[in-house]
């Protein structure tokens, strides 16, 4: 017998090998029906885990843990390929998993699938939930397993099964009912434990993301153990699509993109304005914060990428030319350009900590079927820096970052949490260096009281990283910043410094970005101010309306004076009665609207309008110079 101690503290008495599904089962149906996974001894499990000794116990329910919706969703993925397989007997299978929110499955089909075909689906996965099956979980040598996905003729499972040859490891595989899958989990025990599930959308798919191989059609959707919950979930969805910047970039004239550069976008006269109100937020920020901006070029010979070691580990990624017979990229990234810019003269101790800031514009080369708007595209500003430091500066330097980090996602608005990756298996350096990288991360995050998540072994190759993960009104996360620490590159590059000693030294450097790629961070902020942003980035803050074209001289001389003050202004000077031009300046998300008439003239006031409150009535110039400025300056959201 073994003893297991449980979440409330309670220690009771089961038999060797006893799973956690049988301990939740023996707590009561109800505990056993919302039992998704398991913490055993701080470890997250499948409930078929034995359990071989003394062990702390504690089930999981969906709501409980990350975790515990991956195993939902990547049991409802099944599900969904048994439906499809049931109504589709010549379906291929080829993978599917759960991801962020809900799941995916990859099918090879005759023909494409259409909306009737998703709903015919959905209530075939229904019936299945309905039914209660087991989810059994069984081994196979290689050859067994050859022979079981031969005979039920699924030609992606076998090469998966390829990429495990030599291993000499059995490989895993989930039976419920007549459906069999190759897949080392984890589930839920039965698909009963199912409740309320959706399927989303139907889209293209390579097999491997290799535009070489076959088209496959990816199925999407999602599932929750409540009814209520998938409401919710889906008027999220619907609201997303009514922000989705996209549309909203058309609408308000700010960007778009073309047939003619795919993932490569245009931004129009009111995109820049909006643009550049934010990079002049970040130079404002970055000139209070000591750092010093470079530009560097946007092409540099193979020689530089075979150095920091991009031409190796990312050449799939980069677009190349050759000049004079030389071969040449386009910088995927800005860091070796900023090595090259440290190492063009001697440094001192004294000099340090150098931070060194860069607008750099990247270029990556992104699958055709991975681009999204803004949110992935082949070409981005990334802004970066890099701080040159000595290793006992890491603790402050990496404190005073998050501080500039957290003054940046606080102005939008955002809430967001930390997240700190340790050592990879794959990594470079000493065990010194890594164990002071990480502890000065810890430090620097603990000193100010910040709360973290570790992800063990998900650092870069080149030192450990702390990523920023905001938040944004409808609840999603987008992992933007990003603070990571390197040895490696200094040594690449022969970077040094004369120590107070007089000697030369090796620099530690942080790599780090606040926004990330400032096109997603556009399209971020679109979507979360559904177009409506705040004065200080509108690209057009007030419009006036004058009431006929007897007022266009006295509108525009109030043009003017706002314009005096920096103030980003237009006029609508067409011949449209006044409810039209208030109308067509809401759609537009104009924060302020100016009426001028007769009685505006008579007073030498205007009739103010907010986007946001409505009718603030009739104020003088001046006063509403001063009120738009106030709140500009406070970047008031």
């Not at 992104?366 to 999204?372: C, F, Q, R, T």
Request: hydrophobic residues 35%; proline residues 4%; aromatic residues 10%.
């Amino acid at each position: 017998m073994i003893n297991i101690k449980l979440k409330d503290g309670a220690v009771k008495q089961y038999e060797e090998n006893t799973t956690p599904a049988q301990v939740a089962k023996s707590l009561g149906a109800g505990i056993y029906k919302a039992a998704c996974a398991a913490r055993l001894n701080g470890e997250l499990v499948d409930l078929r885990t034995p359990i071989k000794e003394d062990s702390t116990l504690e089930i999981l329910r969906f709501e409980d843990d990350a975790f515990c919706k991956k195993v939902y969703w990547h049991t409802s993925a099944h599900v969904l390929a048994q439906a499809v397989l049931r109504l589709f007997p010549e379906a291929k299978l080829a993978i599917g998993p759960a991801i962020e929110n809900g799941f995916y499955y990859d099918f090879d089909l005759p023909r494409t699938l259409n909306a009737q075909d998703l709903e015919q689906i959905e209530a075939e996965m229904k019936k299945i939930i309905k039914e209660d099956l087991p989810v059994e979980r069984f081994e196979l040598p290689q050859d067994e397993a050859i022979e079981l996905m031969k005979n039920k003729d699924q030609q992606y499972k076998l090469k998966l099964i390829e990429e495990h040859a030599g291993k000499g490891e059995n490989l895993v595989f989930r039976k419920q009912g007549d459906f069999t899958d190759l897949c080392a989990g984890p589930h839920l025990i039965s698909t009963g434990q199912l409740k309320a599930i959706k399927l989303l959308s139907c889209t293209g798919a390579y097999w491997r993301g290799d535009a070489k191989g076959p088209m496959l059609q990816r199925v999407y959707g999602i599932s929750f153990p409540k009814t209520a919950e998938l409401e919710a979930y889906l008027t999220k969805i619907e609201e997303a699509k009514k922000r989705d910047h996209r549309k909203l970039g058309r609408e308000l004239e700010l960007f778009d993109l073309f047939e003619e550069g795919p993932g490569f976008p245009f931004f129009f006269p009111n995109g820049m304005r909006l643009r550049n109100a934010l990079l002049d937020f970040w130079h404002e920020e970055h000139d209070k914060a000591g750092y010093v901006e470079i530009k560097t070029p946007m092409m540099l010979n193979k020689e530089l990428w075979l150095r920091s070691g991009h031409w190796e580990h990312y050449k799939s990624n980069m677009y190349t030319t050759v000049i004079d017979e030389q071969e040449f990229a386009i910088k995927p990234m800005n860091c070796p350009g900023g090595m090259l810019v440290y190492k063009s003269r001697p440094h001192s101790y004294r000099d340090l900590p150098m931070r060194v800031a860069e607008l750099g514009l990247v270029h990556r080369h992104e699958l055709s079927g991975a681009l999204h708007g803004l949110m992935r595209v082949r070409c981005f500003t990334q802004d970066d820096a890099h701080i040159f430091m000595t290793p006992d500066q890491i603790e402050p330097e990496i404190v005073g970052v998050i501080r500039l980090i957290d003054k940046f996602y606080s102005t939008f608005g955002f809430k967001y949490h930390i997240e700190l990756s340790t050592r990879p298996e794959d990594s470079l350096g000493t065990d010194e260096q890594w164990e002071k990288a990480t502890e000065g991360l810890k430090n620097a995050l603990d000193s100010i009281g910040k709360k973290y998540k570790i992800n063990e072994g998900d650092g870069a190759f080149y030192g450990p990283k702390i990523d920023f993960h905001l938040e944004d009104c409808l609840g999603r996360t987008w992992q933007c910043g990003t603070i990571q620490l390197d040895f490696q590159m200094p040594e690449r590059f022969d970077l040094t410094y004369v120590g107070e000693d007089g000697e030369k030294h090796r620099p530690v450097m942080i790599h780090r970005v606040i926004l990330g790629s400032i096109e997603r961070f556009i399209g971020i902020l679109t979507e979360h101010f559904a177009g409506a942003f705040p004065l200080w980035m509108a690209p057009e803050q007030v419009r006036i309306l004058p009431l006929s074209e007897r007022f266009h001289k006295e509108a525009l001389e109030i043009e003017d004076q706002l314009k005096q003050r920096k103030i980003k202004v237009t006029t609508d000077t067409k011949s449209e009665k006044i409810g039209y031009k208030i109308r067509e300046a809401q759609l537009k998300k104009i924060p302020y609207m100016l009426v001028v008439g007769d009685k505006e003239v008579a007073t030498n006031t205007v009739s103010v309008r907010s986007r946001s409150t409505g009718d603030l009535g009739a104020m003088q110039l001046t006063e509403l110079i001063k009120m738009i400025e106030k709140e500009i300056e406070e970047k008031k959201i």
